[in-house]
């Protein structure tokens, strides 16, 4: 998976599959992590549906967690501030 550090933050490559029967982690996809949402895709519901479970899963503010593209797609890039990549590896579960 593609994890991107800078030196403020960390950004990784996200496939979103909403109406799910439940907020997970559904493993990686190629260069990307699937996430699964209950939230619909409608008026920007599953783009805060994302934002909130990132957010309480990193255990860090919503206003650190941003959707820098893919804002009217299934594949986003968002980016975590403050966050380092082994501690996104280690919160996910996921390796290099």
């Known amino acids: 998976m593609d994890i991107q550090e800078h030196s403020n933050g960390t950004a990784v490559k996200v496939k979103i ?30 783009n805060a549906a994302c934002i909130e479970f990132f957010a309480s899963l990193l255990k860090i503010p919503k206003k650190q967690v941003e959707i820098l593209s893919g804002h009217t ?22 390796g290099d």
């Not at 439940?22 to 409608?42: F, H, S």
């Not at 986003?76 to 501030?81: M, R, V």
């Open 17 to 46: 599959q909403p109406r799910a029967s439940r907020n997970r982690i559904a493993g990686e996809l190629g260069d990307m992590l699937k996430v699964t949402l209950t939230a619909p895709p409608v008026d920007g519901a599953a």
């Open 73 to 94: 797609g299934r594949t986003k890039l968002i980016k975590f501030y403050g966050v380092t990549k082994d501690e996104l590896q280690r919160v996910l579960g996921v």
